[in-house]
Every structure is written in C-alpha cells, then in structure tokens.
C-alpha cells in the first residue's frame, strides 16, 4: 500500500485548498480511507474520514462544515476540500488507511500509530 500527499501550501486565513491523497498497489473504492493532522506539539487528530464502499463521510467537530472529504475511485484518489480555514487548521496533512470498510479504527481509536498505512504528510500553514 503506497500513499501520496499533495497539495499542501501557505495560505490565507477564509482561504481554500484542496489536498490529494493518490493511492497506488491497492484499491480506494472498497476501504475506509482517513485524513489526519499534526499541529506543532500536539497529538496527531483525525479530521475526516470516508467509507468509500457506502460513501458515508465522518468528520471532526472542528472541521465540519468547512472540509469536505470525497474519493474519485476512476483516479483511486481522495481529496480533503478546506474552506474558510483558520489559523488552527496549521499542520502536517495526513491521509491513512487500515484497508478496513469501517471508519471506526480510524476515527476512534487514539493509537492513531496502529492504523496500517500512512503517506508521507503535507504542510498546511495558515497565516496572514
């Protein structure tokens, strides 16, 4: 299981962006597929997370709203829309999968280090 991020830049707060998460030695459209963030000295966080076999999308309270998780399965990549974003949203930007169909082990369990398979990250600041 490979993992790309892309996507990630500086931008201003109300800002847009989109994130890419490009898939490659497995198949998106049957797993769970997440997005988590690091801020600098905190604990890694899942924000969102989509069942791509029922296209049921989980969010974080501090996200929602605002982020919108979806996968083109034609291009077996996922992409995290960021709207209106804050100076909080500033992290590294992680897609992840356990190759689960459940969002479960992604949003819920805080050994976020046991789920399966990371990409490399991607840079989100937010500044003025």
């Known amino acids: 299981v490979q993992l790309v991020e892309s996507g990630g830049g500086s931008v201003r707060p109300a800002d847009s962006l989109r994130l890419s998460c490009a898939a490659s030695e497995f198949s998106l459209d049957t797993y769970a597929v997440g997005w988590f963030r690091q801020a600098p000295g905190k604990d890694r966080e899942a924000v969102a997370c989509?069942?791509?076999?029922?296209?049921?999308?989980f969010y974080a309270d501090s996200v929602k709203g605002r982020f919108t998780i979806s996968t083109y399965n034609t291009q077996n990549t996922m992409y995290l829309q960021m709207t209106n974003v804050k100076y909080e949203d500033t992290a590294i930007y992680y897609c992840?999968?356990?190759?689960?169909?459940?969002?479960?082990?992604?949003?819920?369990?805080?050994?976020?280090?046991?789920?399966?398979?990371w990409g490399q990250g991607t840079q989100v600041t937010v500044s003025t």
């Open positions: 992840a999968t356990d190759q689960e169909d459940s969002c479960r082990e992604i949003l819920f369990n805080p050994k976020w280090w046991e789920i399966g398979s």
């Open positions: 989509i069942e791509n076999w029922n296209s049921r999308t």
